[in-house]
């Protein structure tokens, strides 16, 4: 079975755009994450989804959206790009009913904001 | 709101030693799941932990759950070089509440 990947690795972009972040789930998986992680700290919830609905938001303002396809791929965008915004995104894919067999994380997608 | 604590943030041990990282919570947790994260690279899944004082085993790594399932903590026995990375602990309160990511501890193995 395949990993979760993430497209692109790298992005820069100049403040004030948007961006789409791309994620291919595990195969099998139902369920996919979002994460900012920035430097030296622990991953930042953003959002999940569960069968292409939204269930659970962290602290992150509506400019960041996402959504999950019926292949259970999914995308992660921002809009009005801040200076901030600069990190690592993360998404991890699971199965809502096996969720004590944990979450799979993809290498993630370094978005510089210029 | 909801606080999760790690501690130590950084430590730094010589190959062979024993090394243990805690997390404190402020609220009941559910149950916890630890990660590993390599420098450079993503979180891996090590264990999820779900009963009052449930201790797993695996291979040199021991995680356990405290009683009151408030805290938990890692340890590894014998550090080798391979351990190096940032330990996280990782919980959410239901299925449908925000995940939390505890800030980590940072492991450095000296050959």
């Known amino acids: 079975e395949t990993g979760v990947t993430q497209s692109p690795t790298h992005l820069i972009k100049t403040r004030g755009q948007q961006v789409t972040l791309r994620c291919s789930s595990q195969?099998?998986?139902?369920?996919v994450s979002w994460y900012q992680q920035a430097l030296g700290q622990g991953p930042q919830f953003i959002f999940q989804y569960y069968r292409e609905e939204e269930n659970g938001r962290g602290n992150f303002p509506p400019r960041f959206s996402g959504l999950q396809f019926p292949n259970y791929s999914s995308e992660l965008n921002v809009n009005a790009l801040e200076l901030d915004d600069s990190a690592l995104y993360l998404c991890a894919s699971g199965t809502m009913a096996r969720a004590s067999a944990g979450y799979t994380f993809g290498s993630g997608t370094r978005l510089t904001v210029v | 709101g909801q606080q999760v604590m790690q501690i130590p943030q950084y430590q730094h041990v010589q190959e062979g030693e024993d090394f243990t990282t805690y997390c404190n919570s402020s609220?009941?947790?559910?149950?916890i799941q630890w990660y590993k994260q390599r420098p450079g690279g993503h979180p891996v899944f090590l264990i999820q932990l779900v009963k009052s004082g449930e201790v797993k085993k695996q291979k040199r790594l021991t995680f356990q759950f405290g009683e009151a399932k408030k805290n938990s903590s890692l340890h590894i026995t014998a550090t080798q070089t391979t351990d190096v990375g940032t330990y996280f602990c990782r919980w959410r309160k239901t299925s449908y509440d925000k995940v939390i990511f505890g800030p980590g501890t940072s492991l450095s193995v000296i050959p």
């Open positions: 609220t009941t947790l559910s149950n």
């Open positions: 195969s099998g998986h139902n369920t």
